[in-house]
Nanobody, 123 residues
Framework: QLQLVESGGGLVQPGGSLRLSCTASGFLADFYAIGWFRQAPGKEREGVSCLSSNDENTYYADSVKGRFTVSRDNANNAAYLQMNNLRPEDTAIYYC????????????????WGQGTQVTVSS
């Protein structure tokens, strides 16, 4: 059983950067796939990035390619989402997710969710 806690959200100006952290209460090893999702007001939760188990594949939504980078640090039971060149349309609650083995293609594939952290991009 994993408990995931996100941190690192906040208010940032357009063009700025944030690094979101996802810390797991349990052992976050390579056999877990890591996903980052976001949900803006009035919109459905959407996938932003996924790192499959054993780091075999990495996925990014078209809207964040070249700006966001997902990574993991198993020694610290943590995963990260580095977000650069942020835009107002990136404003949302960001959620960390994990799945035992495989990859996270949709919200239905998620085994564990974090509680979310707010990211607001505004001048």
């Amino acid at each position: 059983q994993l408990q995931l806690v996100e941190s690192g959200g906040g208010l940032v100006q357009p063009g700025g950067s944030l690094r979101l952290s996802c810390t797991a209460s349990g052992f976050l090893a390579d056999f877990y796939a890591i996903g980052w999702f976001r949900q803006a007001p009035g919109k459905e939760r959407e996938g932003v990035s996924c790192l499959s188990s054993n780091d075999e594949n990495t996925y990014y939504a078209d809207s964040v390619k070249g700006r966001f980078t997902v990574s993991r640090d198993n020694a610290n039971n943590a995963a990260y989402l580095q977000m650069n060149n942020l835009r107002p349309e990136d404003t949302a609650i960001y959620y960390c997710a994990a799945r035992y083995r495989g990859r996270i293609a949709t919200t239905k594939a998620v085994d564990y969710w974090g509680q979310g952290t707010q990211v607001t991009v505004s001048s």
